[in-house]
């Protein structure tokens, strides 16, 4: 019984579960701070899941199985609590937001690590661009983008973002002022032409027909 009070309420909490986060978060590019930040919004439940399953299997572990089948019996437990974890926390966190919900730079829209998800009717009156973009993965590299944008006042209306085989590419449609349209894609090849591969397809005049 102590040992597993110490297993289930010293290791996991204080080891287990920090190390899986910190690894998670630095492998997916972001930092072992930012894991334990995660790990300090979800322990209560991952506490709960874990417990759920290890308790009752080791109270039936040491209660009613004979020797021979007692280390079987925690690898299919391992299996089984390795299935439920990666199902609630192996993939990356999508972050969705409303429109009204999200304050930034970009006239209300906030982009987030792996997905910016808005979807809005485009303003006629302002020119659209779909910008297709992909290089080698690397931290900051949407930052760099939205920095771009910001800069001529435009604003990222819809993005999606896939990291695959060690390359990101991303897809947005970027709203500006047509009078900075011209500036906008000539500095888009400039600035950021060095750090991925990028090309743009203008659709304001669809836009425009869609808003009517």
């Known amino acids: ?13 204080l080891l287990y579960f920090p190390v899986f986060y910190s690894l998670k978060e630095v492998v997916a590019g972001g930092t072992a701070a930012e894991g334990l930040t995660k790990y300090s919004e979800n322990y209560k439940e991952d506490m709960v899941a874990l417990w759920k399953v290890w308790i009752p299997a080791t109270i039936f572990n040491f209660t009613f199985s004979p020797m021979w089948m007692r280390i ?5 437990t391992s299996l089984l609590w390795t299935c439920i974890l990666s199902a609630m926390r192996g993939s990356n966190d999508l972050e969705v937001m409303e429109p009204e919900e999200s304050m930034d730079l970009f006239a209300g829209y906030k982009i987030s690590k792996t997905h910016g998800i808005v979807t809005h009717k485009l303003d006629g009156s302002r020119d659209h661009l779909i910008i297709t973009a992909h290089g080698a993965d690397r931290v900051g590299l949407i930052h760099t983008f939205a920095e771009f944008c910001h800069s001529y006042g435009a604003s990222i209306s819809e993005s999606k973002m896939v990291r695959m085989g060690g390359q990101f590419m991303v897809m947005m449609i970027v709203s500006m002022d047509p009078k900075a349209t011209p500036e906008f894609r000539a500095g888009l090849q400039q600035q950021l032409g060095d750090i991925a591969d990028v090309s743009t397809q203008d659709i304001t005049e669809a836009a425009r027909a869609a808003s009517k």
Do not use: E, G, K
């Open 72 to 76: 079987p019996t925690v690898a299919t």
């Open 1 to 13: 019984l102590t040992q597993v009070l110490l297993d289930q309420c010293v290791h996991h909490p």
